[in-house]
């Protein structure tokens, strides 16, 4: 297998795709990269010459890809969390952060608690029996 910025590239998979298993690029960060390189798109990854996924690396690997990507995601979180910013609240809150509403949404982050008509909660326990 080719192994490009500490990522596995899987062989039996068009470049283009194959491309898309590092973190931080995506379909359109791949054909960029492969038309720098004048790689054609469906070529498997198995079929590249040393020469070209040489090349690949050199210019995958000067962008901002997975581990060094990951850690400015996580500077920037911590510096919105830390200035007291809206969206930082909202990430240390584990909240939607770009404007959903979360009255009827985001059960899955708030938990699947739901209220009933009288205002008890479903999910509380039946009282035991003394």
Not at 64 to 78: C, I, K, S, Y
Not at 83 to 101: F, M, N, S
Not at 103 to 120: E, F
């Amino acid at each position: 297998m080719i192994r490009i910025a500490g990522t596995e590239i899987p062989e039996h998979k068009h470049i283009n795709v194959a491309l898309t298993y590092i973190y931080g690029i995506g379909q359109t960060q791949a054909l960029n990269v492969l038309a720098r390189l004048n790689i054609d798109p469906s070529t498997k990854a198995k079929d590249l010459a040393e020469a070209q996924v040489n090349e690949m690396r050199k210019v995958i690997e000067s962008m901002p890809v997975e581990g060094t990507l990951r850690q400015l995601v996580r500077a920037n979180l911590d510096r919105l969390k830390h200035i007291k910013a809206y969206r930082g609240i909202r990430h240390e809150r584990k909240l939607p952060v770009r404007g959903q509403r979360t009255k009827t949404n985001s059960r899955s982050v708030r938990g699947n608690v739901r209220l009933t008509a009288s205002g008890t909660s479903s999910k509380k326990s039946q009282p035991s029996p003394t």
